[in-house]
């Protein structure tokens, strides 16, 4: 979209909770939270008690564990 007081496009960042994460992952909601205690999962963001993963880091993420075989990665 268009800023208005800048006058350019700028991105719009996509948030979502824990549990759309995971349905877009395919994993349960526990194993998202196991994760972010590990450093295994995408990252996240934390404020306060609220954890938000955005869309783009949940892609990216997905895509740096893409195999073509089990023992060649893409």
């Given at each position: 979209f268009v800023?208005?007081?800048k006058g350019s496009?700028?991105?719009?960042?996509?948030?979502v909770t824990t549990r759309q994460a995971a349905k877009i992952l395919g994993y349960a909601e526990k194993t998202l939270r196991n994760w972010r205690v590990s450093g295994?999962?995408?990252v996240?963001?934390?404020?306060s008690h609220s954890v938000r993963y955005e869309l783009?880091?949940?892609y990216a993420w997905a895509d740096?564990?893409?195999f073509r075989t089990?023992?060649?990665?893409?």
């Open positions: 800023c208005p007081e496009y700028m991105a719009i960042r996509m948030f295994e999962g995408p996240f963001i934390r404020r783009s880091e949940i740096a564990h893409r089990t023992g060649h990665k893409v």
